[in-house]
């Protein structure tokens, strides 16, 4: 209309029921770097937050099965929370079918070598039913046949012996799982590190994968994943 000034493109008219009001905004360029920068933090707020509550729901898996197996006024010890931690990867690693001869197939977690771990995982699995099958924690020696687990712990008195033990299980669909330092740059998959007071695990999802194992996302979110080529991502 004649004598109307020409509205600013940058001002937008927003009808809130009384009348209309006119709110000014930086230029569309600028603001969609804002939104974008907004989204990035968000965004990235979330992911945080659903690391701290997968963290915290492992951790209370965990708890919940070591409370049985720990007398009361007692913490678990690291020996412990290895052995929940070797409990609980059944529960977030999907193994192929033909990995079990029939239905009532136990679940098998080996222990090789000597270890505080393997009698704190038979006190922990004693009785214990996972996803619908019976777990039983089997000593091996370095010579048996290794590929009758599901996982195998090797320990840390194997360490001369773990190319062996390794090229044993190659092809196999076993999950390797030490506490020994460079057991993944080793040819390993899973290896448990001790960082300020803290159990966590490193994975080395190209090793499952060859192994035809599928880890779930969540337990990846909490390790530290492990490129195929040994070297890590925090």
Same mark, same amino acid.
């Given at each position: 209309?004649?004598?109307?000034?020409?509205?600013?493109?940058?001002?937008?008219?927003?009808?809130?029921?009384?009348?209309?009001?006119?709110?000014?905004?930086?230029?569309?360029?600028?603001?969609?770097?804002?939104?974008?920068?907004?989204?990035?933090?968000?965004?990235?707020?979330?992911?945080?937050?659903?690391?701290?509550? /997968? @963290?915290? #729901?492992?951790?209370?898996?965990? &708890?919940?099965?070591?409370?049985?197996?720990?007398?009361?006024? !007692? =913490? +678990?010890?690291?020996?412990?929370?290895?052995?929940?931690?070797?409990?609980?990867?059944?529960?977030?690693?999907?193994?192929?079918?033909?990995?079990?001869?029939?239905?009532?197939?136990?679940?098998?977690?080996?222990?090789?070598?000597?270890?505080?771990?393997?009698?704190? /995982? @038979?006190? #922990?699995?004693?009785?214990?039913? &996972?996803?619908?099958?019976?777990?039983?924690?089997?000593?091996? !020696? =370095? +010579?048996?046949?290794?590929?009758?687990?599901?996982?195998?712990?090797?320990?840390?008195?194997?360490?001369?012996?773990?190319?062996?033990?390794?090229?044993?299980?190659?092809?196999?669909?076993?999950?390797?799982?030490?506490?020994?330092?460079?057991?993944?740059?080793?040819?390993?998959?899973?290896?448990?590190?001790?960082?300020?007071?803290?159990?966590?695990?490193?994975?080395?999802?190209?090793?499952?994968?060859?192994?035809?194992?599928?880890?779930?996302?969540?337990?990846?979110?909490?390790?530290?994943?492990?490129?195929?080529?040994?070297?890590?991502?925090?």
């Amino acid at each position: 209309m004649p004598g109307e000034k020409k509205r600013d493109e940058n001002v937008r008219v927003v009808n809130i029921g009384i009348g209309d009001m006119n709110y000014s905004f930086q230029p569309k360029r600028r603001a969609n770097r804002q939104v974008s920068a907004l989204s990035l933090s968000f965004h990235e707020a979330a992911r945080r937050w659903r690391l701290r509550c /997968l @963290s915290v #729901l492992f951790m209370v898996i965990s &708890i919940s099965v070591l409370n049985n197996s720990i007398c009361p006024g !007692q =913490s +678990a010890t690291e020996y412990q929370v290895k052995a929940g931690y070797l409990f609980n990867f059944l529960k977030f690693v999907e193994w192929p079918d033909d990995s079990f001869t029939h239905t009532q197939s136990k679940w098998v977690i080996g222990i090789v070598g000597d270890s505080p771990v393997g009698n704190q /995982l @038979s006190k #922990l699995a004693e009785g214990k039913n &996972i996803l619908g099958r019976e777990l039983l924690v089997k000593k091996f !020696q =370095s +010579a048996d046949n290794l590929r009758d687990c599901n996982i195998l712990f090797i320990s840390d008195s194997e360490k001369k012996r773990l190319p062996s033990i390794l090229a044993s299980l190659r092809g196999s669909s076993v999950m390797t799982v030490a506490d020994m330092d460079h057991f993944i740059e080793s040819g390993g998959m899973v290896q448990f590190v001790v960082e300020n007071a803290r159990v966590r695990v490193s994975i080395d999802v190209g090793g499952t994968e060859r192994s035809g194992l599928k880890v779930s996302s969540k337990l990846l979110a909490l390790a530290r994943a492990v490129t195929a080529d040994g070297s890590s991502k925090n």
